[in-house]
């Protein structure tokens, strides 16, 4: 179809004519659809695309100036734009990337494996500062939770000795820790 029939369609739609319209449909929409098959990439989408292209042709009609320009690009612009439109509508790629960041993570951050680190480290240097029988303990308490009768068993002391090592013990790892 030639560039002046198109026009002519394109001037009839603009009147209401509903004949001229199913026209101008079955001679453009091959193109069209390829504009918006192109640029969306999914078929569903292009032919969805393609009905509020017409939509809109049909609306818009009356303010196509023949005299401005080629009636073909016109349609073009109008599926192209359209397009486009529904492409900037998805979600974004990247703005799912960033939702997956803001999920929890489990793990500590590299600042907080740091400090990590060096308290562990500092509490190494502070349990030798204990005698070893007394390090010992309380490792085995407050690490692998040991019951103070458990200790004391181990240790073949009376349960309030135990308690009171452990107790000082604690009292001494602060006082090196506030160091």
Do not use: H
């Not at 192209?80 to 790629?93: G, H, Q, V, Y």
């Amino acid at each position: 179809m030639q560039g002046d029939e198109i026009k002519n369609l394109i001037g009839r739609v603009a009147l209401g004519d509903r004949t001229a319209f199913a026209a101008l449909y079955n001679q453009t929409a091959p193109k069209l659809l390829a504009i918006c098959l192109r640029i969306l990439k999914d078929r569903g989408e292009a032919e969805e695309a393609l009905q509020d292209v017409y939509i809109s042709i049909w609306q818009r009609a009356r303010s196509f100036q023949a005299a401005s320009g080629s009636s073909s690009a016109w349609l073009s612009a109008i599926a192209r734009n359209r397009s486009i439109d529904l492409l900037r509508a998805r979600k974004p790629i990247a703005d799912e990337l960033d939702s997956a960041y803001d999920l929890a993570d489990s793990a500590p951050d590299p600042e907080r494996q740091t400090v990590t680190k060096d308290e562990g480290r500092r509490i190494d240097t502070c349990m030798e500062e204990l005698e070893a029988d007394r390090a010992v303990a309380v490792k085995r308490a407050y690490v692998e939770g040991l019951s103070y009768q458990e200790l004391s068993d181990q240790f073949g002391v009376p349960l309030n000795t135990m308690r009171t090592w452990l107790r000082r013990s604690l009292l001494k790892l602060r006082e090196c820790m506030e160091r």
